[in-house]
Structure formats: C-alpha cells, structure tokens
C-alpha cells in the first residue's frame, strides 16, 4: 500500500502554489521621541498611532494644532517612520505630530478603499481624543507622501469611504489642512493606481471630488515624477482654486517620484521642503515665527545648505 502522505503531496503542493503568501502582521515601533497608542484594531491587527509631541507641552490645558502623517508604498507596503523626521520638526516647531499606521496589502491584503477607511479613522481618532492629547480639533491636518498622500488627500476631499466600525462616527474624519508630498491623488483612468482602485472610483479619487468645503493644500513635486506627471498637479491646483480654495504647488526641476525623502533627494530638498511646509501651516495659523533653521539640520541626517540655494518653485 502507498503511503497516505505520499498521495496528498500533490494536491497539497498544487495548494501551496495558488494560495497567497500568509499577511505579515503590523508590528509595533520604536520611534525615538513618540509614544505608540492603538488608534484602531481592524483585520487582525493593533494600528499605531506614534505621537511627538512638543516641548512643554501640558494636554490637560493646551490646544495645540496637529498632523497626522500616512507613509506611501502604493498601497502595497511602507512604514511610519518615513515621516519621523518630519513629525519630530514639527513637534519641535510646536504641533502634536501624528505618524499614523493604515492597512497595506502586503500585510493584510488590504484595498485601497481600507487605506483610506483607516486614514479617516486616524483623523477622527484625533478628534475624539483632543481634550485628552491636548490638541485644537479644529486645526488637525494631515500629510503624506505618494499614496500616503492619496489617503491624506482623500480625507480632504472624498465623501464617505468611512469604517462603519469607528465608534462616534458624527466626528468628522475631514482634515483642516493638508501637506502632500507627490501624492498619487487622480485615480482616473489616465491617473495613477486605477485598477486597483477601479471599484470605487469616482469617489476615491481626490482629483474627481474637489469642493468648496476642502481644506487648504501645499503640494511638493519633482518634474521627473514617473507617476504624476506636473500637467496633473497643475490641474489639480487650478481646480481647487476654481473652487475658491488655498492651493500652493512646488515644483522641483529634474527631481523623481519619492524624492522628498531625504534618502533620495539629499539634505538641501530635504531641508527645502520643510521649511516651504512650516511657511505654509505658518500662514494657516498653525505655527508662528520662521522656519527654524537649527532644527532643520537638527532632523537632517546629511549636511544642508542655505536657503538660498533650494530648488523648489511654485508654478
């Protein structure tokens, strides 16, 4: 007689073969400067909320203005300390700075809609936890970069796509202001990411649900972007003012997708980007003062230069 094991081995294989890798779990982060909360707990996994906050800050009486930062990845993976950088300036400048955890594919097969379902549960966990984090729920942004910024972008522009699971779901999950960094935010057919995101479109697409109730919006982008290409964000720009919005776009000649990151574009764009971000919240009433510069080389991780030698402009 056969051994038993022996006649499986073939189905079992052919299983092996066409079933999807197992999901790796979210882990959690050890973020110097942030503590770690559980904004959400969804497909099986604890989503951190890693929170820098500024120096003397005292939650039981402050009101302070706040950002919650999304990673990019494509909507396939990534991680919360793309931003760590950018949360601890900003902490330091005086907001509560937020990096947020979402739901990729790569750990729990997640679509793009449950992207931004966790992105508007960051948002509204903020709001619902204000007087205890000591945050203004009426100045909270949100920011990201590259589908990161697609979730913060469809936060800001994109009706419902909203976890029926969030508890207070009256609480709005609509940011105040947002800071994009290439963000892939036309998900139409000639946009990026349609297919994936074929099932909800048109609602799932910042470019396509622009209106007047919007929040304000800086965007950075480099001129060789291989996903966006600039005629998108200058469209995009001219749409939101049309719609008597605040829109600033910055662009960076010869620069690619990705190349906020200081990784990728160096120190000087890097340092360029934060200050071209601290100006604007400056203007919106988030922060006070001018950049500063100390914290800026502070944060970067290469040698910077003046500010008179950055590269972005605004079209």
Request: charged share 20%; with cysteine.
């Amino acid at each position: 007689m056969k051994n038993p094991a022996l006649l499986l081995a073939p189905a079992a294989l052919a299983l092996l073969l066409v079933a999807p890798p197992a999901a790796a779990e979210t882990k959690k982060l050890a973020l110097d400067g942030a503590r770690a909360e559980v904004y959400k707990h969804a497909s099986g996994d604890d989503l951190y909320a890693y929170i820098f906050e500024p120096p003397g800050h005292q939650p039981a009486t402050d009101r302070r203005p706040a950002i919650v930062f999304f990673f990019g990845g494509g909507w396939v993976g990534g991680t919360p300390a793309q931003f760590e950088q950018h949360a601890r300036y900003l902490a330091h400048r005086g907001l509560v700075a937020i990096c947020a955890d979402y739901r990729v594919k790569s750990r729990q097969q997640a679509t793009p809609d449950q992207c931004v379902a966790d992105g508007k549960s960051a948002i509204r966990w903020v709001r619902a936890h204000t007087a205890r984090l000591g945050i203004d729920p009426d100045r909270v942004a949100a920011g990201g970069g590259s589908a990161g910024g697609h979730v913060a972008a469809a936060a800001g522009f994109c009706e419902g796509l909203d976890d029926p699971a969030d508890p207070q779901p009256a609480l709005s999950s609509k940011p105040n202001a947002l800071v994009l960094f290439n963000p892939v935010y036309d998900n139409g057919p000639d946009g990026w990411g349609h297919a994936a995101a074929r099932p909800w479109f048109p609602r799932i697409s910042p470019a396509h649900n622009i209106t007047p109730d919007d929040p304000p919006a800086i965007v950075f982008l480099g001129t060789r972007d291989d996903l966006i290409p600039v005629a998108t964000a200058e469209k995009f720009k001219a749409a939101m003012i049309a719609a008597g919005l605040t829109s600033e776009l910055h662009l960076y000649p010869d620069q690619p997708h990705g190349f906020f990151n200081e990784s990728k574009g160096g120190p000087d764009i890097f340092a360029d980007t934060l200050r071209k971000m601290d100006a604007f919240l400056t203007r919106l009433g988030y922060l006070a003062g001018s950049p500063d510069e100390a914290a800026i080389r502070a944060q970067s991780r290469g040698k910077t230069d003046a500010p008179a030698k950055a590269a972005g402009k605004q079209p």
